[in-house]
């Protein structure tokens, strides 16, 4: 286990160890404020700091997210406290190299033979890059993306001012093939995006037909593996892995975008977005008399449309994949055993007769609501077991998220309700700590303890 206790003095002092070299000084701004001062303040900010959810904790399975690795804030604090810009080598020479070499390593992960990529402060900062390099290449062709594809997509298209096209999806909530083609024959599309992993349901685009379909309309695709990305470690189609071919087709997209800040370890203010032909590098082509002095290599501003960048987030994810590789063997494991939780609740829930499972889990997601004849029923049950859920005991407390559906999109897993209202919320749930997936059974017990039989 690594205690942070005992590890964070230690990035102050590889930092003072560092600039002793320099000679002794102080930080005037350090030393007008006192000891007394910083006290009260940093009482204040912790007191507010638990109005919080407890992401951390096992019970919590909500959203996805949850705290770094203790590799990654030692990366973080070492590299912050000397507050390299990984915009240009002349604010970062150490981190802008880390960068390139994570970069390397995620480009490794995906078989692409040659890219250019950079992180970012989010995934949707790299999802825009790619749609802006779209526009680009194509700037008389818009943007495809299925129904459930992250919002960020449609919205980007409005920032760049490109028509945003929507793709129906299947009853499992993937790209619906035969709409794609409708799609593709107007002409009128220069670019697809698939999502490995949508931030609903976590479902997985069918994306070597996708690529196929794509490049017979001379059209190009965009890989969304924001959230799902990390999981090509694992697509080896055995019992806790997960489906091969759509990861194994990464390596012939355009473009692909990973959050290393979702299942990378890493804190928020990490994103990635890597481009397979390293000549696109041409459209982001612009003069900065004030950078780019210091050096004759690749400065990451040169291939970015952000400036300044956190050179911390790239030590962060330096450090946790010197201790974690992307390797099936590293980080790998931590993936199988979400896996493996999701996959442990899906079954307690198909076989449960107060909640039912709303479709099969391809990533570590989980959809489930509790059995009612109608959409009422299923809205006003998953809003009470969501907030009663969290609003038991804080040892006992546990915390979910939700999603809304329609009822045709119910009709489709083969739920027969009543459609007295459009839309119902379901519970949905991130698997994404193996200490949850390891009481699973203790979290399933008690929600359907929650949810009275209808
Ligand atoms: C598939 C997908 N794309 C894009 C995003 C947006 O990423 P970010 O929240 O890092 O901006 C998310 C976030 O959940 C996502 O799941």
Redesign the pocket.
């Known amino acids: 286990m690594t205690d942070l206790r005992a590890w964070l003095p230690r990035t102050v002092d590889a930092v003072d160890a560092w600039m002793a070299q320099y000679g002794d000084f102080t930080q005037d701004v350090s030393a007008q404020v006192s000891d007394a001062a910083l006290e009260a303040a940093f009482a204040a900010l912790t007191a507010r700091l638990t109005d919080n959810y407890p992401f951390g904790h096992p019970r919590y399975v909500g959203q996805?997210l949850k705290p770094p690795h203790p590799a990654a804030v030692l990366g973080y604090v070492t590299a912050m406290l000397i507050n390299p810009n990984n915009h240009a080598l002349d604010g970062g020479p150490a981190t802008g190299r880390m960068e390139k070499d994570v970069v390397a390593r995620l480009a490794a992960m995906f078989g692409f033979p040659q890219h250019l990529g950079h992180l970012t402060s989010?995934?949707?900062?790299a999802?825009l890059e790619a749609l802006w390099v779209a526009r680009e290449i194509h700037p008389d062709r818009g943007i495809a993306y299925s129904v459930d594809?992250?919002y960020?997509h449609s919205r980007m298209c409005q920032v760049l001012r490109m028509e945003g096209t929507s793709v129906a999806v299947d009853e499992a909530g993937r790209m619906d093939l035969g709409d794609l083609e409708r799609v593709l024959a107007t002409g009128r599309v220069g670019t697809v995006v698939a999502?490995l992993?949508?931030?609903g349901l976590g479902a997985v685009d069918p994306l070597p037909q996708i690529v196929e379909i794509a490049r017979a309309h001379n059209a190009r695709v965009h890989v969304?593996?924001?959230?799902?990305g990390f999981f090509t470690l694992i697509a080896d189609d055995t019992p806790d892995g997960v489906a091969q071919a759509p990861f194994e087709a990464i390596a012939h997209a355009d473009s692909v975008?990973v959050?290393p800040?979702?299942h990378g370890l890493q804190p928020y203010g990490c994103?990635a977005v890597l481009f397979a032909d390293p000549e696109v590098g041409r459209h982001y082509v612009h003069d900065s008399p004030y950078t780019y002095f210091s050096s004759d290599e690749l400065h990451l501003g040169e291939i970015s449309l952000e400036c300044s960048r956190a050179g911390a987030a790239a030590a962060a994810l330096w450090l946790t994949l010197e201790v974690l590789p992307l390797t099936d063997d590293g980080l790998g494991q931590v993936l199988r055993a979400c896996r493996r939780g999701a996959l442990e609740w899906a079954d307690l829930l198909r076989r449960s007769d107060a909640l039912a499972l709303y479709q099969r889990p391809e990533l570590d997601l989980v959809g489930f609501l509790p059995r009612a004849a109608a959409m009422s029923g299923i809205d006003e049950g998953s809003e009470r077991i969501f907030r009663e859920a969290a609003a038991l005991d804080p040892a006992d407390q546990i915390h979910l998220a939700t999603y809304v559906v329609t009822a045709p999109a119910l009709a489709a897993r083969g739920f027969e309700v009543v459609a007295d209202r459009e839309r119902a919320r379901i519970l949905r749930s991130t698997v994404m700590k193996p200490e949850s997936a390891a009481i699973i059974g203790e979290i399933h017990g008690r929600i359907e303890h929650l949810t009275p039989l209808s």
């Open positions: 996805m989010s995934g949707t900062i999802n594809a992250h960020t999502t992993g949508t931030t969304d593996a924001a959230y799902g975008v959050d800040h979702k994103g």
